[in-house]
């Protein structure tokens, strides 16, 4: 069972089915595309108590969770008290991701390279903090998840007081508890996963996200607005320290400090000219980096993962396509401010060969979808290069419409010049 209902598991989903083990499959909510290929159960994703019952009653060897949410609230701990074999961090691994403070003094402890931080329980405390700093910009954070809404750059320290009173202002609820004020990296942003078993590791390649909603990267931040993957312009030597660096010394410390990490770890990384920096942590696969990296996997996903819960990675490695991927996200008129729902979608039949669609946000009624939230569908083109891989995703894209569709069209345009073909 596969719980969540984006693009991210749309292609979970569709990958762990493909397994040899030929395994039934469900959903918790799942989406209209999910329901071509699992049972779809109305239960959402977090409900964990009637998700724990239902895989109890319907003996699920394996829930793999897609969305922090559940995971931070503890959904692994509640499948473990009845035995039930579940995908994903306990509630005590998960703050790497709910709790930005305690992921920086993780890595602090760790000796993980990292932006410098401070970090504030009280207004008057940061802003007074704020007067005696000379250099901006300043990134300014809520210390948990705001939807990617509790992230600001600030240019000066005006803007960096307007953004401390804005965390604390109470519009963030909890995740506003606390302020964090970093330095600001410059460089270029990769998305790194591994899945691991506490101990061993196995790396997943990198990924590229587009977060703004506009080309150029102009326009508020977004959930992801595209992705590409691999990443030509990351030199080997670079993703190997960001494994050595960043990834095995994070876990390293979650055991020492009693909070063993299992799952999929996900650590957005600047990669700056002093070398690899880590900007966060997630507890879960990204969204919608999973869309370009699952089609690329030639391992069977599902052994994969069963092998996580049996603590037995070790030894075992990952084979990938030689495939590259593009994803582009199709989103609804308004998004990211607000999104527009029930629009009729067209253009979804005759899907050619090498391109994915994953349903994001969408509705289905009288075998007719439409529109259901900010971002819609993700389209993924795959192929030998990323010349075509893109092309084929966006001659896709112009066969679909609905009205007030919007869409990036620089998506991996950035990867076209560095490929060597
Ligand atoms: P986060 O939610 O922590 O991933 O932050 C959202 C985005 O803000 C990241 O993907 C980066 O683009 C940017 N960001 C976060 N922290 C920093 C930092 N210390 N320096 C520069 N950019 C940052
Ligand atoms: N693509 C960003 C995220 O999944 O958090």
Not at 158 to 180: H, N, Q
Request: with cysteine; glycine share 10%.
């Amino acid at each position: 069972m596969v719980v969540g209902s984006g693009g991210r598991e749309h292609a979970l989903v569709e990958t762990l089915a493909a397994s040899h083990i030929a395994p039934e499959m469900f959903a918790a909510p799942g989406n209209p595309g999910i329901s071509r290929i699992a049972q779809t159960v109305d239960i959402p994703a977090d409900d964990l108590i009637a998700l724990r019952d239902f895989a109890k009653e319907n003996s699920i060897d394996l829930t793999v969770v897609g969305p922090e949410v559940p995971l931070i609230g503890g959904i692994a701990e509640c499948f473990w008290e009845e035995d039930l074999r579940i995908f994903g961090p306990s509630r005590a691994a998960a703050r790497i991701e709910g709790s930005k403070v305690f992921a920086k003094e993780l890595m602090k402890h760790a000796g993980v390279p990292t932006a410098d931080f401070e970090a504030f329980d009280r207004e008057g405390a940061a802003l007074a903090y704020l007067r005696t700093r000379r250099d901006y910009p300043v990134v300014v954070k809520a210390d948990g998840i705001a939807a990617g809404k509790g992230v600001i750059i600030a240019r000066s320290r005006e803007e960096a007081e307007d953004a401390v009173r804005e965390v604390f202002s109470g519009k963030f609820g909890a995740a506003g508890e606390r302020v964090l004020i970093e330095e600001c990296l410059e460089g270029r942003e990769a998305s790194v996963f591994v899945m691991t078993d506490g101990v061993n590791i196995l790396p997943f390649l990198p990924a590229q996200d587009y977060k703004r909603i506009g080309d150029g990267d102009e326009g508020p931040n977004t959930g992801g607005m595209g992705a590409y993957s691999p990443l030509m312009w990351m030199e080997p030597a670079t993703y190997a320290a960001i494994l050595e660096e960043i990834i095995r010394p994070t876990l390293h410390q979650m055991r020492l400090i009693g909070a063993p990490y299992s799952g999929l770890l996900y650590a957005g990384v600047m990669v700056t000219e002093t070398g690899p920096k880590a900007l966060e942590f997630n507890c879960r696969f990204g969204d919608p980096e999973t869309q370009v990296i699952l089609p690329r996997l030639e391992s069977d996903l599902l052994e994969l993962m069963l092998a996580v819960n049996d603590e037995n990675l070790y030894g075992r490695e990952v084979e990938w396509l030689a495939e590259k991927a593009v994803c582009v996200v199709l989103a609804s008129e308004g998004y990211p401010e607000t999104s527009h729902s029930g629009d009729e979608i067209g253009g979804l039949e005759n899907i050619p060969v090498g391109v994915y669609i994953y349903h994001a946000a969408t509705d289905e009624r009288d075998g007719k979808f439409y529109t259901d939230g900010g971002r819609v569908l993700n389209v993924v083109g795959t192929g030998p290069t990323v010349i075509e891989a893109r092309a084929r995703a966006y001659a896709a894209v112009e066969q679909i419409h609905f009205a007030g569709m919007q869409y990036r069209t620089d998506i991996a345009l950035e990867a076209i010049e560095l490929e060597d073909i």
